[in-house]
């Protein structure tokens, strides 16, 4: 399937003709960022232009099928994002790309880098482990699904509404880019029934038969989050024995959102370093 994408080089995003068709850039190196579930690659619009001016490298935000401007399919696994990201690279010629994911995305990078360990050059995982999480009694996607769109009159009648269920204004926020208005209609631009009938896939990492990922790895991870603990870091080890933990004080899931200045610099020393 087509991914829609944005390509960044020196704080600027340049035609994806331009990346394509430029040799010079082509040799450049590439970073894939890979969000989160309910996000997209808008979300990262600011981290990936700053990003492109420290590092003088090709970043490169992709909207993840079902979420954003891509197409919807009928499924939503980490192993269909994984060969969706493969496919991506091999449509962009591309032989070698790092990765940078947060949480669902995370989990993407870290099935893509387990079953294409060759076309990894630097795997970067944000806030998520490679285990199974439990399902909340309610999901977020519940809440969005109760959300009778028919009887919204503004958008700040929808945010109203939908902070009274979550009790979190960012995370409302963050959710409510997602609701779109056309003509006086509102909708939701996520495929929510496929997110629902995912969220058992999404909570999982699927892997137990793969070969380990034996080059260096960054997980950055927020102290107030629960997805990175003492707990997880062992199974983390299984797959990725060299992975190096760094913790955000102060800082919880959406961490590069919190913290943006300190999540950069961590990320351009740490190239830099490798």
Not at 178 to 186: F, K, R
Not at 193 to 208: A, E, I, Q, T, Y
Request: charged share 25%; proline share 2%; hydrophobic share 40%.
């Amino acid at each position: 399937m087509i991914l829609n994408f944005n390509c960044y080089y020196l704080g600027s995003i340049i035609e994806r003709k331009v990346f394509t068709n430029n040799k010079v850039l082509k040799n450049k190196k590439v970073f894939v960022i890979l969000h989160g579930l309910f996000g997209r690659g808008k979300n990262w619009h600011q981290i990936a232009k700053i990003l492109s001016t420290k590092v003088s490298d090709i970043f490169i935000t992709i909207d993840q099928r079902n979420h954003g401007e891509s197409v919807s399919q009928d499924n939503l696994t980490y192993s269909s994002m994984a060969q969706d990201l493969f496919d991506f690279l091999i449509k962009l010629e591309l032989t070698k790309v790092s990765i940078i994911g947060h949480s669902m995305g995370g989990k993407v990078a870290m099935m893509f880098a387990l079953t294409y360990k060759n076309l990894i050059e630097n795997l970067i995982i944000v806030d998520i482990a490679p285990v199974k999480y439990f399902l909340n009694e309610k999901e977020i996607v519940d809440h969005l699904l109760e959300l009778d769109l028919e009887n919204i009159s503004s958008r700040k009648d929808a945010e109203t509404k939908l902070d009274k269920k979550l009790k979190n204004k960012n995370l409302t926020f963050f959710l409510l880019q997602n609701l779109s208005n056309t003509n006086n209609s509102y909708k939701w631009t996520i495929n929510l029934k496929m997110l629902k009938r995912s969220m058992n896939d999404l909570r999982d990492f699927p892997v137990n038969n793969l070969e380990k990922y034996k080059k260096p790895i960054l997980c950055i991870f927020g102290e107030n989050s629960d997805y990175v603990t003492s707990e997880n870091m062992s199974d983390f080890r299984k797959f990725f024995p060299k992975v190096i933990f760094h913790k955000f004080k102060n800082a919880g899931h959406w961490l590069h959102a919190e913290k943006p200045k300190e999540f950069i610099e961590k990320i351009v020393n740490y190239l830099i370093s490798n």
